[in-house]
Nanobody, 118 residues
Framework: QVQLVESGGGLVQPGGSLRLSCAAS????????MAWYRQAPGKQRELVAG???????NYADSVKGRFTISRDNAKNTVLLQMNSLKPEDTAVYYC????????????WGQGTQVTVSS
C-alpha cells in the first residue's frame, strides 16, 4: 500500500509563512523524485516545486525565492517551506512521488488546503 499524506495546510495572511509536510510510505522513497503541485478552483494542477533523488530542487517561476523544497530520505518526508505567501498561492497542495520511465510509477497524496487571505 502506497500512501502519501500531506499536512500543514491552513489559513494564513498575505506575507505569512506555512510549512507543508508529506509523509510517504509503501515506496522506496529514495528512488523517487518528489514534488509539490497545487490546484486552485477551476484551474489546472500545476507543478510548484520538485526535488530529485539527489536533492536537486526546481521551482515554478511564480514561487522562486519564496518557497523551498527539501527532502529527508531517512524520514521518508518531503517539505515545502512557503514564505511571503500571496493570495494567488491559495490552492489545494498535493504531494507527488514519481519514478518515471520505464517504471512510470506516480503517486499522489490527498491534498491539503492552503488559503492566503486577509
Amino acid at each position: 500500500q502506497v500512501q502519501l499524506v500531506e499536512s500543514g495546510g491552513g489559513l494564513v495572511q498575505p506575507g505569512g509563512s506555512l510549512r507543508l509536510s508529506c509523509a510517504a510510505s509503501g515506496i522506496i522513497f529514495s528512488l523517487y523524485t518528489m514534488a509539490w503541485y497545487r490546484q486552485a478552483p477551476g484551474k489546472q494542477r500545476e507543478l510548484v516545486a520538485g526535488i530529485t533523488t539527489g536533492g536537486r530542487p526546481n521551482y515554478a517561476d511564480s514561487v522562486k525565492g519564496r518557497f523551498t523544497i527539501s527532502r529527508d530520505n531517512a524520514k521518508n518526508t518531503v517539505l515545502l517551506q512557503m514564505n511571503s505567501l500571496k493570495p494567488e498561492d491559495t490552492a489545494v497542495y498535493y504531494c507527488n512521488a514519481n519514478r518515471g520511465y520505464p517504471y512510470s510509477a506516480n503517486y499522489w497524496g490527498q491534498g491539503t488546503q492552503v488559503t492566503v487571505s486577509s
